[in-house]
């Protein structure tokens, strides 16, 4: 099994940056690729952006790419999402995944964290 925690949110005002992170254990992290969702109010979850095993690959939805940038560091167990130029749209509860497929489809991935909360404040 692999436990995943996410930290690093909180409330920050538009145009504002945020770094969150999410911590892995009970699995070689390496094997993992990763990626973080969010699920807005009243919405479905969404993906934002996802990362191979080695870093060497990333991939964003359009409505981050240029603002969020997914890293990771294997030697940690941890990847983070930087998140600049926030936007009230980008309120939501940001959750990180592991699985052993990279994908921008949330069912493919086998693990979950708890989430995490980012309000964005105009």
């Known amino acids: 099994q692999v436990q995943l925690v996410e930290s690093g949110g909180g409330l920050v005002q538009a145009g504002g940056s945020l770094r969150l992170s999410c911590v892995a254990s009970?699995?070689?992290?390496?094997?993992?690729?990763m990626g973080w969702f969010r699920q807005a109010p009243g919405k479905e979850r969404a993906f934002v952006a996802a990362?191979?095993?080695?870093?060497?690959?990333?991939y964003y939805a359009d409505s981050v790419k240029g603002r969020f940038t997914i890293s990771r560091d294997n030697a940690k167990n941890t990847v983070y999402l930087q998140m600049n130029s926030r936007r009230p749209t980008d309120t939501a509860v940001y959750y990180c995944?592991?699985?052993?497929?990279?994908?921008?489809?949330?069912?493919?991935?086998?693990?979950w964290g708890q989430g995490t909360q980012v309000t964005v404040s105009s």
């Open positions: 995944a592991g699985g052993t497929v990279v994908s921008t489809l949330g069912s493919q991935y086998n693990y």
């Open positions: 009970g699995r070689t992290f390496s094997s993992l690729h």
């Open positions: 990362i191979s095993r080695s870093g060497g690959n990333t």
